[in-house]
């Protein structure tokens, strides 16, 4: 399968970032190229687009996709590490950065890439290709682990009984495709949670979450990202899920407060400035045409920070 991914709210994206023809833009998460082509297609000759990904299929994808552009490049790295890269390329400051997160359309449709419950493949979930898989979690970890990742990263409030289930099933043998993992999570939920909604969707989000240590990524990435703009320079984060949302909305928020002082106090001692402001107070989400058009953009929200005139 060609690697293809439809950008969210890519007009939104680009009238958060405001863009300037001559500014340096970093995608942290270049898929199949949506976002970053948006971008590069805004620049000058003087302007320079870096797009990032972990996965070697979207940065072969990406690296096609922006072929027609000079002034794009395009780097396999985690973004957490995305200061590493800037460093390398001679880059201090830069004028905006793009944070997609989650997992791509091509990801959770490639079924050989192990992410969806919909069929029956290796049990893998790795965007990078490397290091410890789905299936080596599932096989090795002990029940308690197991419960612990489920119930925190996916909010699953039948994680025990989940972890239960496959621990018991492992026994037997091992856990090896996606099609065995999602029987298992059907036969630990109730008949009636089983008629909301898709009974996998929320273990299948907490194993690719900690498979790829997407938080952990992503408290840094933000971090990198926002410590790289220039004043006046904007981060634009999507996020897909409430764990992903409250990390970037809690930072953002950290980033716009003012006095730290004990509350207490009579009066400031601290000096401490406002390091950005929010563009959006509440964050954006996809229109109606664009929900109808791509499902996937349902439980998109995008949050702009604008970083403060004095560094």
């Known amino acids: 399968m060609e690697f293809s991914h439809i950008p969210v709210m890519p007009e939104e994206c680009m009238n958060g970032l405001d863009i300037r023809p001559d500014g340096i833009y970093v995608d942290a998460t270049a898929g199949g190229g949506g976002h970053s082509s948006a971008i590069a297609s805004r620049l000058d000759k003087c302007g320079k687009l870096i797009a990032l990904d972990r996965d070697p299929d979207a940065v072969a994808a990406a690296r096609k996709k922006l072929a027609v552009y000079e002034n ?6 985690n973004y957490s590490d995305m200061r590493s890269v800037l460093n390398d390329l001679g880059i201090v400051l830069v004028d905006g950065v793009l944070m997609d997160l989650g997992v791509s359309s091509y990801q959770l449709d490639e079924e050989s890439r192990g992410f969806s419950y919909h069929g029956d493949a290796p049990l893998d979930m790795r965007m990078s290709k490397e290091g410890v898989s789905a299936a080596d979690i599932v096989n090795t970890y002990d029940e308690q682990e197991l419960a612990r990742i489920i119930f925190e990263f996916g909010e699953e409030k039948f994680s025990r009984r989940i972890a239960s289930n496959i621990v018991s099933a492992r026994s037997d043998a091992p856990i090896e495709t996606t099609g065995r993992l999602a029987d298992i999570v059907r036969s630990s939920i109730p008949q009636k949670a089983r008629r909301e909604k898709n009974p996998c969707r929320k273990t299948f989000q907490a194993i690719r979450i900690a498979v790829n240590g997407e938080l952990e990524h992503l408290s840094k990435g933000l971090d990198e990202a ?10 634009a984060v999507i996020t897909f899920h409430s764990l992903e949302d409250r990390l970037v909305k809690q930072r953002f928020a950290d980033w716009c407060k003012g006095c730290i002082c004990p509350p207490d106090f009579p009066r400031c001692i601290c000096g401490h400035k406002p390091q950005g402001k929010l563009v959006n107070k509440k964050p954006i989400q996809a ?8 499902n996937r953009s349902r439980s998109a929200k995008l949050r702009v920070i604008e970083r403060s005139g004095d560094l």
């Open 72 to 77: 794009a490049t395009v780097v396999q790295c």
């Open 226 to 235: 926002f410590n790289s703009l220039k004043p006046g320079g904007r981060l």
């Open 287 to 294: 229109d109606e045409k664009e929900t109808t058009n791509n």
